[in-house]
């Protein structure tokens, strides 16, 4: 079978460059050609601005959430990828020019790195795909197909005038530059959305040395497997994992981790240089405490609901119910809990429903005794949500006092997330920064995935 994809695969490769390159590459000038690549190029773009209404976040990452509320939400990326694709499909359309069709042949092939670096971000990873989640692996194959057309329809716009070798000169060069501006740019995209903890967090690392020269990787992995600290870290956890996750500046970066619910738990990073052998350590394992300045953090995409989070990877996760209203996180010694629950109200999306669902959150708390309000302040908003309120105070429980946060988004489709935390008093200012961090990395789109600053 493996053989049959690979004989239709250069098959159908050979037939189109046959079919294709003596037509519009090589043929004598003919404005016909440049009509039809053009608008080629614009069908292509057009048919990938449709996509925008179709899923582009699977369900099985916490979709689905179409294009254009991606779009809506404020997503740099992919606001930048359809801006490029207008500008394109607006030049293709008026232009006649020589001029603006390669700018609008450069904007389209400026589209597809950002679309590339938009995807990547928004669904890292590998996993399954069904016929509902096809739209940005379509939109992707379109984009490709628009580039082979718009560097035809550059090159018909090349052949069609009088030679001028200094702008064709000026034109070769500003090409290979743009490209490798772009190539440079897509890929620090990339590693700025992947790279791990990077140096500037070594403030509290520890040092060994082992003398020795090391060239390879295994030999930078078994150094680092026998470090005492790892030996100990391996005999507790059966299933950690030490592998080379990177190179950089002449160093191997080792990852030593475990995957547990489907999450990376990091125990550290380790600096193996290739030239001394010296092994560095990212975090001081012994100075690690509850307060997560030094845990990894995870991304949590509730599966139902489409809302994502972050919290520190040593806190306990309860998301037993996923479907259900609430998920919780609790701190590893239960002084502190983030939560986020999932209502639906449906007079929201009638036009004088909010000031009556406000009137009940408000009825609300002045009726559960347990809470003391310090400050309440609520208000209406655009876009899709409808409105918001944040309040805080005290709470008191089983002879025990809190203080609490809480925040709840009102969307005019009817739904509504309210995140909050609670912390014991004593551990107020233990856990304040944390849960702060938590609270202003919620994003119940669940389309903005940046780590908190805590985190870095």
Not at 375 to 399: K, M, R
């Amino acid at each position: 079978m493996h053989i049959v994809r690979i004989v239709v695969f250069w098959s159908a490769f050979i037939i189109a460059c046959g079919v294709l390159l003596p037509r519009y590459y090589a043929a004598r000038q003919s404005t016909h050609r440049i009509a039809e690549l053009r608008i080629t190029t614009l069908a292509t773009e057009l048919l990938v601005l449709l996509s925008l209404v179709l899923p582009w976040i699977p369900k099985s990452r916490g979709g689905p959430v179409t294009g254009l509320s991606l779009m809506m939400s404020g997503d740099g990326l992919v606001i930048a990828t359809v801006l490029c694709i207008c500008t394109a499909l607006l030049l293709f359309v008026i232009a006649r020019t020589s001029l603006f069709l390669k700018i609008a042949s450069a904007a389209h092939l400026l589209a597809t790195p950002l679309f590339f670096a938009a995807i990547l971000r928004l669904a890292p990873g590998t996993f399954a795909m069904t016929l509902a989640d096809i739209a940005p692996v379509v939109a992707v194959l379109l984009l490709l197909c628009g580039d082979v057309t718009a560097l035809f329809l550059w090159h018909r716009l090349q052949r069609e005038k009088t030679i001028d070798w200094t702008a064709r000169s000026i034109t070769i060069a500003g090409s290979v530059a743009l490209s490798v501006l772009l190539v440079v740019g897509f890929f620090s995209v990339m590693k700025l959305n992947s790279a791990p903890p990077t140096s500037d967090r070594m403030d509290a690392a520890t040092t060994s040395s082992v003398h020795g020269v090391f060239p390879s990787a295994d030999d930078a992995v078994n150094i680092v497997r026998k470090l005492p600290a790892v030996i100990n870290y391996v005999e507790r956890v059966p299933g950690a994992i030490i592998n080379v996750d990177h190179e950089e500046d002449n160093t191997y970066v080792i990852h030593v981790y475990e995957v547990t619910s489907g999450h990376t738990a990091t125990f550290n990073w380790y600096m193996v240089d290739r030239t001394t052998g010296e092994v560095t350590a990212m975090f001081d394992i012994s100075s690690l405490d509850v307060t997560a300045q030094q845990d990894e953090w995870v991304l949590y995409r509730n599966p139902s609901h489409g809302y994502t989070f972050w919290y520190p990877s040593r806190w306990i996760l309860d998301a037993t119910d996923e479907a259900g209203p609430t998920v919780r996180v609790n701190a590893p010694d239960e002084d502190a809990t983030f939560a986020v629950s999932s209502l639906v109200d449906e007079r929201l999306t009638q036009k004088s429903g909010l000031d009556a669902v406000f009137a009940d959150i408000r009825a609300g708390f002045a009726q559960d005794k347990r809470y003391v309000i310090a400050d309440y302040e609520q208000g209406a908003e655009t876009g899709l949500l409808a409105g918001v309120y944040i309040t805080h105070g005290g709470f008191a429980d089983g002879g025990v006092e809190y203080r609490f946060k809480e925040m709840g988004i009102l969307l005019r489709d009817g739904r509504i997330f309210v995140k909050s935390v609670h912390v014991e008093k004593p551990s107020v200012s233990l856990y304040s920064n944390i849960l702060d961090e938590m609270m202003s990395a919620f994003d119940p789109f669940g389309t903005k995935s940046e780590k908190p600053k805590m985190a870095w």
